[in-house]
T-cell receptor, first 113, second 111 residues
Framework: DAGITQSPRHKVTETGTPVTLRCHQT?????MYWYRQDPGHGLRLIHY???????DKGEVSDGYSVSRSKTEDFLLTLESATSSQTSVYFC????????????FGSGTQLSVL | GQQVMQIPQYQHVQEGEDFTTYCNSS?????IQWYKQRPGGHPVFLIQ?????EVKKQNRLPFQFGEAKKNSSLHITATQTTDVGTYFC???????????FGSGTQLTVLP
């Protein structure tokens, strides 16, 4: 698998606090994605990036923001965490945009109490 | 928007029995990808299908893309304990940002 590291692996936080999840890749892939995984919903796209400083919204972007200041790092921020954001978050990368497979990180289990 | 439905949600089989998971899209797809996620793990790419009616194998796992490019299936003959995991289909229109994942089929194989 591609060298994708997510941190932290687990986090417990309280409602209303800001949370930042980090994704770091060593493959020099241009495209990076943040998904959330919930039972019965599969994987849903939150935000994606098609280059440094180039990001756009996915299907479930409300309450989330992202930043990409370097090719290798893609940050996901929950400005004010809510219990509905309790989920497993996966970062993914792709070398290209068209017809490319996704490489996933190991995930971050986030619990918002 | 595009919807991708996957059934069944769960499947329990005895080792050696067959297993099938079905994926159906509300719209015509350009391609479909399949991923496998082991318990506690992350999704791992298995295969991509792009041609109408295509049948393609990834190791011993055969995948099919429907003639109308709106459905796909994975049919495992004689399951093994190593097949345990959740299988996701993801239908797209080429761009990964337009990939829509199904909800997955969780396969349990009893020895």
């Amino acid at each position: 698998d591609a060298g994708i590291t997510q941190s932290p692996r687990h986090k417990v936080t309280e409602t209303g606090t800001p949370v930042t999840l980090r994704c770091h890749q060593t493959e020099n892939h241009r495209y990076m994605y943040w998904y959330r995984q919930d039972p019965g919903h599969g994987l849903r796209l939150i935000h994606y990036s098609y280059g440094v400083k180039d990001t756009d919204k996915g299907e479930v972007s409300d309450g989330y923001s992202v930043s990409r200041s370097k090719t290798e790092d893609f940050l996901l921020t929950l400005e004010s965490a809510t219990s509905s954001q309790t989920s497993v978050y996966f970062c993914a990368t792709a070398a290209g945009e068209w017809g490319e497979k996704l490489f996933f990180g190991s995930g971050t289990q986030l619990s918002v109490l | 928007g595009q919807q991708v439905m996957q059934i069944p949600q769960y499947q329990h089989v005895q080792e050696g029995e067959d297993f099938t998971t079905y994926c159906n899209s509300s719209t015509t797809l350009s391609n479909i990808q399949w991923y496998k996620q082991r318990p506690g793990g992350h999704p791992v790419f298995l295969i991509q299908l792009v041609k109408s009616g295509e049948v393609k194998k990834q190791n011993r796992l055969p995948f099919q893309f429907g003639e109308a490019k709106k459905n796909s299936s994975l049919h495992i003959t004689a399951t093994q304990t190593t097949d345990v995991g959740t299988y996701f289909c993801a239908g797209g229109r080429n761009s990964a940002r337009q990939l829509t994942f199904g909800s997955g089929t969780q396969l349990t194989v009893l020895p």
